[in-house]
Nanobody, 130 residues
């Protein structure tokens, strides 16, 4: 049984930065896609960043060049989302999720609907004040 746990959310002023962490427990398939989703009140959950089993990343246009997803190479079960130049519209609950196993590319996983992801964390709140 795989579990995901997010941390690192908080309140930050516009233009600031935050780093979210996702820690996976249990067995993670070597071939899997890990993603960060977000959901703002009244909006659908959207994928903002994905990393595939080859280490390739893909980003939603709304966060490209501001957010960076990385994997801890010393601990294959930890993933990070570095968020820079934050905007009020980035305010949302952020979730770590996985499709495991999966041979999708990062671009394919980014376009996949949320219900194709079979492992989810509880979420961490990010609030960006103007």
């Amino acid at each position: 049984q795989v579990g995901l746990e997010e941390s690192g959310g908080g309140v930050v002023q516009a233009g600031g930065s935050l780093r979210l962490s996702c820690t996976a427990s249990g067995y993670i398939y070597a071939a899997s896609c890990m993603a960060w989703f977000r959901q703002a009140p009244g909006k659908e959950r959207e994928a903002v960043a994905v990393i595939d089993s080859d280490g390739t990343t893909a980003y939603a246009d709304s966060v490209k060049d501001r957010f960076a997803l990385s994997q801890d190479n010393t601990q294959n079960t930890r993933y990070y989302l570095q968020m820079n130049s934050l905007r009020p519209e980035d305010t949302a609950m952020y979730y770590c999720a996985a499709i495991a196993p999966s041979l999708r590319t990062a671009d394919q996983a980014l376009a996949a609907p949320a219900d194709e992801y079979n492992v989810w964390g509880q979420g961490t709140q990010v609030t960006v004040s103007s």
